[in-house]
């Protein structure tokens, strides 16, 4: 080692050699004076690490604060699934329920895909040719309609919904039997009208408006809505009759194909001049 080197260190290794022959001294004798430094020394230390005991302390709650936030996460998630599953199974018996009760042959399918944001909105179903639906059929839950069949495949439909302004059904107050014809406006989505009804018919908030029969789609007595307000057209004899949908598009999973078309000789002389 040259002098530079040595001059470079020399301080710590003297503060070394003197730290270690202080340190052997003090763990060696035991004078009253070395037992007073070590006892006053052992106090100091106590008190220091008393008074910053509260460090680890808030060290470990930040860390048991972590783990809960991550379990109550997991657990918000587990509970979210279990509502969903509950949901969907209850959805599930009410529909079993109704397809068990009707009298008409429907089939069940599933809605893969929605147009909900336009003014000719559709719905497509996993079932097609292969389960018997063809174009025409209505379509339908176990709350009211939905729409009706406009083109198949093998395997899916395509569905013109009641969210279309190019829809339209027979309908009637179940109430008084009044007829007119249900359509959407293109502006409410929780809103269809009920035209053609004569003024003098009685209608109250509340009643029930269900498919007429008069209709080569959907049989009698499926409802379609429920009346939440009504006017009469000034210097027109003609009622206008807003109703809340029995069934939500945007709410709805599942669907049935009512497996029924019209007769084909009622068809060709309905079509007659």
Same mark, same amino acid.
């Given at each position: 080692?040259?002098?530079?080197?040595? #001059?470079?260190? !020399?301080?710590?290794?003297?503060?070394?050699? +003197?730290?270690? %022959?202080?340190?052997?001294?003090?763990?060696?004798?035991?004078?009253?004076? +070395?037992?007073?430094?070590?006892?006053?020394?052992?106090?100091?230390?106590? =008190? %220091? $690490?008393?008074?910053?005991?509260?460090?680890?302390?808030?060290?470990? #709650?930040?860390?048991?604060?972590?783990?809960?936030?991550?379990?109550?996460?997991? *657990?918000?998630?587990?509970? #979210? =699934?279990?509502?969903?599953?509950?949901? $969907?199974?209850?959805? *599930? =018996? *009410?529909?079993?329920?109704?397809?068990?009760?009707?009298?008409?042959?429907?089939?069940?399918?599933?809605?893969?895909?929605?147009?909900?944001?336009?003014? !000719?909105?559709?719905?497509? +179903?996993?079932?097609?040719?292969?389960?018997? /639906?063809?174009?025409?059929?209505?379509?339908?839950?176990? =709350?009211?309609?939905?729409?009706?069949?406009?083109?198949?495949?093998?395997?899916?439909?395509?569905?013109?919904?009641?969210?279309?302004?190019?829809?339209?059904?027979?309908?009637?107050?179940?109430?008084?039997?009044?007829?007119?014809?249900?359509?959407?406006?293109?502006?409410?989505?929780?809103?269809? *009208?009920? $035209?053609?009804?004569?003024?003098?018919?009685?209608?109250? /908030?509340?009643? +029930?408006?269900?498919?007429?029969?008069?209709?080569?789609?959907?049989?009698?007595?499926?409802?379609?809505?429920?009346?939440?307000?009504?006017?009469?057209?000034?210097?027109?004899?003609?009622?206008?009759?807003?109703?809340?949908?029995?069934?939500?598009?945007?709410?709805?999973?599942?669907?049935?194909? /009512?497996?029924?078309?019209?007769?084909?000789? !009622?068809?060709?002389?309905?079509?007659?001049?």
């Amino acid at each position: 080692m040259n002098v530079r080197q040595w #001059a470079h260190i !020399r301080d710590w290794v003297l503060l070394v050699g +003197l730290l270690g %022959v202080s340190a052997l001294i003090m763990l060696t004798q035991n004078t009253p004076i +070395l037992r007073s430094l070590r006892a006053t020394s052992m106090e100091i230390t106590a =008190r %220091v $690490e008393t008074n910053m005991s509260w460090v680890g302390r808030y060290v470990r #709650a930040l860390e048991e604060n972590d783990a809960l936030q991550q379990e109550n996460i997991q *657990l918000s998630s587990q509970l #979210a =699934r279990s509502r969903e599953a509950q949901q $969907e199974n209850e959805r *599930l =018996r *009410l529909l079993l329920t109704f397809q068990q009760q009707t009298l008409h042959r429907l089939a069940p399918a599933r809605i893969v895909e929605k147009e909900i944001t336009k003014q !000719r909105n559709f719905l497509t +179903l996993n079932i097609g040719r292969e389960q018997g /639906v063809a174009v025409g059929m209505g379509v339908v839950d176990d =709350r009211g309609i939905l729409g009706k069949v406009e083109l198949v495949s093998e395997h899916y439909a395509r569905v013109m919904s009641y969210l279309n302004m190019d829809f339209r059904v027979p309908a009637k107050l179940q109430s008084s039997n009044a007829m007119g014809i249900v359509r959407w406006e293109g502006t409410l989505r929780d809103q269809l *009208l009920m $035209e053609h009804v004569i003024k003098t018919e009685q209608v109250e /908030v509340g009643d +029930l408006v269900v498919s007429s029969g008069y209709s080569d789609v959907f049989p009698a007595g499926y409802p379609i809505g429920v009346v939440e307000s009504y006017e009469r057209q000034p210097g027109k004899n003609q009622l206008l009759i807003y109703l809340r949908p029995a069934s939500s598009i945007d709410t709805g999973d599942h669907a049935f194909v /009512v497996l029924e078309t019209p007769d084909p000789e !009622r068809v060709e002389i309905e079509q007659m001049n």
